[in-house]
């Protein structure tokens, strides 16, 4: 759900690891109980701030009669009002936000990042391909999505924590296990 690009907080995280969650590069948790203020207090411990870059796909909960649409999906989702509950402002004051939206959430996304401070900069857009490099068609209610899109906020003062104009805004890469974004865009 979460990713914490913070490297001095890798430790910190393993510590914060609890039936409920299980870490590698993200943090997998239940938001709705989720210690919030304690990882961000273990994060200015270890790493002296809070976080520079959170990245996050929220579980969006669909609102059409039959929401998957057929597709089994491996985890529950959430209304929008309970995303929109999760204290971000507790674990940064200066930094990036990048959301992932699906096609209906879209608006959505762009409200909760207001919503929670920062302003929005820019998209990522990623085109899902196959294993065969064809454009990867996926379920939609009026198209076939073949790409998803990830929202970029900022907020604070980041001028001397990022290079500009580095990264491309669009990530042609294969679409991967159910929920899993492309390597590419950890490398931004």
């Known amino acids: 759900f979460f990713f914490f690009k913070q490297k001095t907080a890798y430790e910190m995280l393993r510590s914060l690891v609890g039936s409920e969650m299980c870490i590698r590069d993200s943090i997998y948790a239940d938001i709705q109980s989720f210690d919030f203020k304690k990882l961000a207090l273990e994060q200015q411990k270890v790493g002296g701030r809070l976080f520079d870059v959170i990245m996050m796909d929220p579980p969006w909960q669909l609102s059409s009669s039959q929401?998957?649409?057929?597709?089994?999906?491996?985890y529950d989702s959430l209304a929008d009002d309970l995303i929109s509950k999760m204290p971000i402002n507790l674990l940064q004051t200066d930094g990036f936000i990048f959301i992932w939206a699906i096609n209906a959430k879209y608006a959505i996304a762009c409200k909760l990042i207001e919503y929670w401070g920062y302003t929005l900069v820019d998209e990522i857009t990623w085109v899902k391909k196959t294993v065969n490099g064809k454009i990867a068609k996926g379920h939609g209610f009026y198209l076939q999505h073949a790409k998803e899109s990830c929202l970029v906020g900022v907020k604070g003062k980041i001028d001397h924590k990022f290079n500009k104009n580095i990264a491309c805004d669009v990530i042609f890469s294969e679409r991967r296990g159910q929920s899993?974004?492309?390597e590419e865009i950890y490398e931004l």
């Open 67 to 74: 929401p998957s649409r057929g597709v089994a999906i491996a």
């Open 180 to 182: 899993q974004k492309p």
